[in-house]
């Protein structure tokens, strides 16, 4: 099994930053990748930036050059710094995990980001 645990979401003006955290416990060596999701009210949930175990990062075209998602080995943490924010990047964040030969998926609580001015 894997928990995830996410912080740092909050309100932010058009044009701000902010740093998303996602903490990972119980079985890490087993992770293939991590990620960020995000869900605005009455859309689906769609992936954000994710990195595999190999260091492999992808991003969603909406956030390229705007969104850095990165990993503390040594905390199990992956982090997602969210620059130059948008009002539609308002959504509940979700961090998300693939671990084990069966590619299960563990979800964190999720974080609400709120850009607004």
């Known amino acids: 099994q894997v928990q995830l645990v996410e912080s740092g979401g909050g309100l932010v003006q058009p044009g701000g930053s902010l740093t998303l955290s996602c903490a990972a416990s119980?079985?890490?060596?087993?992770?293939?990748?991590m990620g960020w999701y995000r869900q605005a009210p009455g859309k689906q949930r769609d992936l954000v930036a994710a990195?595999?175990?190999?260091?492999?990062?992808s991003y969603a075209d909406s956030v390229k050059g705007r969104f850095t998602i990165s990993r503390d080995n040594t905390k199990n943490t992956v982090l997602l710094q969210m620059n130059s924010l948008k009002l539609e990047d308002t959504a509940v964040y979700y961090c998300?995990?693939?671990?084990?030969?069966?590619?299960?998926?563990?979800w964190g609580q999720g974080t609400q980001v709120t850009v607004s001015s």
């Open positions: 990195i595999t175990s190999g260091g492999r990062k």
């Open positions: 119980g079985s890490i060596s087993s992770i293939n990748a």
């Open positions: 998300h995990a693939d671990w084990g030969t069966s590619h299960f998926r563990s």
